[in-house]
């Protein structure tokens, strides 16, 4: 494959390029956009296809990009996405298009979607007393010391007579969730708040979450169920849990790993959490992000710890394969820099997009409430919810 990177001198929305059917990964306005498909690679592919990409670069310090999803199950075969034509915005401000071969640069940008008024049906796939259940195995196994935390989850589907605009889906997600991790991908889209890792040189950064709390939209409540949740013994081995294994996971990769003493709250539109943030310096032969992908995926804040164990308990109870939710999503470039997000509030679109299904699910400690998980549940499936049905 040739690749030509050429400066883009146009301010464009990302969202605007990846459309319907398009590529998107962004926070903040930064990020890229993707049209076509020069080539799916296998996730063990990715780094020596990106290398051997002749490649022209008028921006500097630009390289081809393959992006997509790694599955939450472990093992689980996966291609990623090198576009036909991928549009980059930096947080330095430099934009540009990059093609691959003879990809047209138009980026045939048009009028956005208008509302409309669409029908919507939403149901639980997963029966709420399974889960009930699931929750107070998972919970029993913790005060039986066989597990420290599991993560359990359940399914609701929204269907539609009428296809779902996913374009209007992304400019309602930049609308609530601007300085979430916005994706689509492949008909997975989503808005995740977590940083898996991110690769930039020698600098790794990740920023987990685990510890949860809905928010209300009164300024007094949300402070005061901040309070409790940074006061909460619950919450807060949760999060110790998922701490302590990405640390323990990036260390010996690092010459340095420094994080936060304590946690913070990472608030977003419609809960908040518990966050702590982690950077370091990677030592040479540094690795490629890739790699710090799959060693860290999934978390014990998306599955639970030990990881072996409550992978085990997970796919016995829940009644369900989990497929991309749970797992990362990001992008990857042939210099092996990166960014990977926790692949959460999310949706899962069929082929005709009528059908979308949503997963949400809490981690599981020893002073877990079935009836009080399944509410945590509830508030953080009301993201993708309220970005689906409206108008």
Known sequence: MRAHTRPLHDDVDLNDIARGDGYLFVRDGVGIAGRGVAQRVALADV????????????????????????????????????????????ADGRRWITTIDDASPDLGIGARPVPRAQEFTVRPLTPVDRYLQAVTEARDAVRDDRLTKAVIAREVTVTSPEAIDVHAVLLRLKAMFGRSYRYSVDGFIGASPELLVAVAGNQVRSHPLAGTTPRTGDPDTDRRAADELLASEKNQIEHRVVIDMIHD???????????????????????????????????????????????????????????????????????????????????????????????????????????????????????????????????????MLSAIVRP
């Open 47 to 90: 780094p020596a296809v990106l290398a051997a990409i002749d490649h022209v670069d008028e921006v500097g310090g630009v390289h081809p990009i393959a992006l997509g999803s790694v599955p939450f199950e472990p093992g689980t075969a996966c291609a990623l996405v090198i576009p036909a034509v991928l549009v980059g915005k930096a």
């Open 249 to 383: 996971t990036l260390l010996p990769w690092c010459s340095y790993l420094d994080w936060e003493p304590e946690p913070s709250i990472v608030t977003v539109a419609n809960v908040q959490h518990l966050g702590t943030a982690m950077e370091g310096h990677l030592s040479d032969p540094r690795p490629n992000v890739l790699e710090l992908v799959t060693a860290l995926s999934p978390t014990p804040a998306l599955g639970g710890f030990p990881r072996a164990q409550a992978l085990e308990l997970i796919a016995r109870t829940e009644g369900f394969t989990r497929g991309r939710y749970g797992g990362a999503i990001g992008w990857v470039d042939a210099a092996g820099d990166g960014t990977w997000a926790v692949a959460i509030r999310c949706a899962e679109l069929s082929d005709d997009r009528c059908t979308a299904r949503l997963v949400a699910g809490g981690g599981i400690v020893a002073d877990s409430e079935p009836l009080a998980e399944l509410a945590e549940t509830q508030a953080k499936l009301q993201a």
